[in-house]
């Protein structure tokens, strides 16, 4: 398995490279899909920043690719998220919701918490000791994305079985809880490290059939919305880093 540490990363790397290309369409950082603030949508220049924030994050993703200084980049990129979409704009958020039942289902947030642990994975990747601690707090953020997001599946059953899986795939309902209880286990699985490289390599497996099978149909159905091309790099990049996390996890 430890041969698939270099195609994470190269996958992880394209799906960045993806989102940076995005915001210039979106006109907006979009990365773990920030809520609209009201301080964020009155600041002036926000469109430029949008841009500027896109390529730092293609340039970030090429050098990780070519391998130069990838390690330091790919942990800066990870702490750029953290700070410009989880603590700059999905935390005010968080503030404003008044249930905390509500606050268990802000799958965003805790998607952008899972995206930067799996960057600072990506940057653990490229030592040949990686940092335990760093790699095991990464491993918290991503499996409680992972479980919450299980959980999620059936919580918004009906949302998903009748809005979301595209229609020429069949058995919805199966399919639903199926990935609902596969990603909880996944989360589980990467919380042990006896069985953290089996878990990080079939979740990751999982989604990048998603990638194929739900997320590109679906761009593709309606090529104008943003948020869909987003699930397209979300997944692309969240297999990435489940295949370096499998690899990883077998040194």
């Known amino acids: 398995m430890r041969n698939l540490i270099r195609p994470g990363q190269i996958i992880f790397a394209t799906g960045i490279i993806a989102l940076g290309v995005l915001q210039f369409f979106a006109k907006d950082f979009i990365v773990g899909r920030p809520p609209v603030v009201q301080w964020a949508s009155s600041i002036p220049g926000k469109e430029a920043w949008a841009f500027v924030s896109g390529i730092l ?29 989880f603590l700059c704009r999905h935390l005010p958020h968080l503030f404003t919701v008044t249930s905390a039942q ?12 899972a995206l930067c642990g799996g960057a600072f994975i990506i940057a653990a990747s490229f030592h040949e000791q990686s940092n335990t601690m760093q790699v095991m707090l990464s491993c918290i953020l991503l499996a409680l994305f992972f479980i ?12 998903i079985i ?78 990435g880093i489940l295949f370096t996390l499998a690899g990883l996890s077998s040194k």
């Open 57 to 85: 994050l293609i340039v970030g993703g090429l050098f990780i690719i070519l391998k130069r200084n990838a390690s330091r980049l790919a942990f800066s990129i990870g702490i750029f998220i953290f700070v410009f979409s």
């Open 102 to 113: 509500d606050v268990i289902w802000q799958i965003n947030a805790y998607k952008t918490l």
């Open 148 to 159: 919450i997001s299980g959980c999620a599946h059936f919580k918004f059953d009906d949302f």
């Open 162 to 239: 009748n809005s979301f899986i595209p229609a020429y795939i069949p058995f919805h309902a199966f399919w639903t809880y199926f990935c609902g209880i596969a990603l909880m286990a996944g989360g589980v699985g990467i919380l042990v490290k006896q069985t953290r490289k089996w878990a990080a390599l079939l979740t990751g497996l999982m989604i990048l059939s998603w990638f194929f099978l739900l997320h590109i149909p679906r761009a593709s159905y309606t090529p104008h919305d943003y948020g869909e091309w987003m699930g397209v790099c979300e997944s692309f990049t969240f297999s």
